[in-house]
């Protein structure tokens, strides 16, 4: 019930905003406003002032939602009525209405940034855990307990880093543009730091997922070799472990942290047909070592094949409370807003040149999964959840496609250089493609939802 409840208030609140703003700027250019529909097919509720105003409606299928304004091409106009449709008025103002949806989308998500970053949150700091083993951040010399204070990509200037999240957007926006990035690490927060590279440009990563961070090294926060909640039955509890146990060693080499405790577990060079070997556990429980013998169950259903010992592993780690003052709030609500749209842009444009992959489309599934989780998180978290949607709502529509805004946009663009609008047998034409257009995304980012789900 919470997702569903945190899924409807984002989405439908994201639509009525978008619908919004392409409402208010035409009321403010002069058009008559006839519907203003969120969502589609049969009307369950209407509201109208009276028979000359706008009709306000609430339809069955809250798939989205339209504005519907006076306009000669879709019937007939009273003489007395036609300054006020919407074709007769400027080019200007015929841009401003329809840009006006995607704007006030990206408005609420520099709200939404902004807000979070006033009210502050606890992050986890941006000390590091031990690096996967090949993976970039080993190769360059990042090692467990470090911590990063500064980064920068490839020649900029370097940009101070508070959390572990400002240390994860980074190394996310780098990868995904094909930049190197450079890291200033240090023995404590304040201690000088060391330059190290991570050539991450090399790469070629397609979409920023658990494997391209597997890839990079730089997974998680440090967090002591805790074991959490244990599944009933399973292998970690059939070895006799119990939650609170500190893990000290496996087969006798000492544990640094959760992280290297997990990539012990996952390890494959271990495993015999199939059959993973026992490992020597030695562990701290109330004041007492024991020793134990823990045989990590496989699972195949990833590839390669990896232990699994079914607890949870790893303590809270140690975190730090961020937050801004009124005009840095508002900076950083503006610049995430932007680091966001610019990097959902490229990422489509990517992804149509075949540079990026397909999975990086997500549909109402996903979506809606993401909007219960982070809302279990509390309000920021969710927060910042509604603000990454509007973005990427306020983007999508800004693309060049018929049926979308930007599509509109490039039709004022061609009237602006020829001095003549589109005709309406290109128009219908145009139409089309676009519907078959969006449908196919449509599809794509379903089936990448039931994909996710399945795996």
Excluded at 22 to 50: N, T
Excluded at 232 to 239: I, L
Excluded at 322 to 332: C, E, K, T
Excluded at 440 to 452: G, H, K, P
Aim: contains cysteine; glycine residues 10%.
């Amino acid at each position: 019930m919470t997702t569903l409840l945190a899924f409807i208030l984002a989405v439908g609140g994201l639509i009525v905003i978008h619908e919004y703003g392409h409402y208010r700027v035409a009321v403010a250019c002069g058009v008559k406003v006839l519907r203003f529909s969120i969502g589609f097919g049969k009307p369950l509720l209407r509201w109208q002032r009276d028979p000359n105003a706008t009709e306000f409606v609430l339809c069955a299928l809250p798939l989205g939602g339209y504005v519907r304004m006076l306009d000669e091409r879709e019937g007939p106009v009273p003489v007395d009525q036609q300054h006020l449709s919407f074709n007769r008025q400027r080019l200007r103002n015929r841009a401003l209405i329809v840009v006006a949806g995607p704007m006030a989308n990206l408005l609420t998500a520099v709200v939404l940034y902004s807000t979070v970053a006033w009210m502050g949150q606890a992050q986890s700091v941006a000390q590091l855990s031990s690096p996967a083993p090949a993976s970039l951040a080993q190769q360059a010399g990042l090692r467990s307990g470090q911590w990063v204070q500064q980064v920068a990509v490839g020649e900029e200037p370097a940009q101070a880093v508070a959390s572990f999240a400002d240390l994860r957007w980074a190394i996310t926006q780098a990868a995904l543009n094909g930049q190197d990035l450079r890291l200033w690490v240090g023995n404590s927060p304040n201690a000088t730091g060391q330059e190290v590279l991570l050539p991450l440009a090399a790469l070629q990563a397609r979409e920023a997922d658990a494997v391209l961070f597997q890839r990079i090294g730089i997974e998680a926060p440090l967090s002591a070799p805790v074991i959490g909640s244990l599944v009933a039955g399973g292998a970690g509890e059939r070895a006799g472990l119990l939650e609170g146990d500190r893990v000290l060693s496996v087969n006798d080499s000492p544990v640094l942290d959760a992280q290297d405790l997990r990539h012990r577990i996952r390890r494959v060079d271990d495993l015999v047909s199939s059959v993973p070997l026992p490992q020597r556990w030695r562990v701290e429980r109330g004041g007492v070592t024991l020793n134990l013998s823990v045989t990590p169950e496989v699972d195949t259903s990833v590839m390669p094949p990896r232990g699994r010992i079914q607890a949870y592993i790893g303590e809270p780690s140690q975190t730090l409370w961020v937050s801004h003052g009124l005009w840095s709030g508002m900076a950083q609500g503006l610049e995430r807003t932007w680091d966001v749209s610019w990097m959902s842009l490229q990422m489509f444009g990517r992804m149509l040149i075949g540079e990026a992959s397909l999975k990086n489309l997500s549909g109402p599934l996903t979506i809606a999964d993401y909007a219960g989780q982070s809302a279990s998180l509390g309000l920021s978290a969710y927060l910042v959840f509604v603000a990454l949607v509007s973005v990427s709502l306020g983007v999508l529509n800004l693309l060049p496609l018929p049926v979308l805004d930007g599509g509109h946009l490039m039709y004022y663009l061609w009237e602006a250089v020829t001095g003549r609008a589109v005709s309406t047998a290109w128009l219908e034409r145009f139409q089309r493609m676009g519907v078959m257009a969006l449908l196919a995304l449509m599809s794509v980012a379903l089936f990448n939802d039931v994909a996710r789900l399945l795996g």
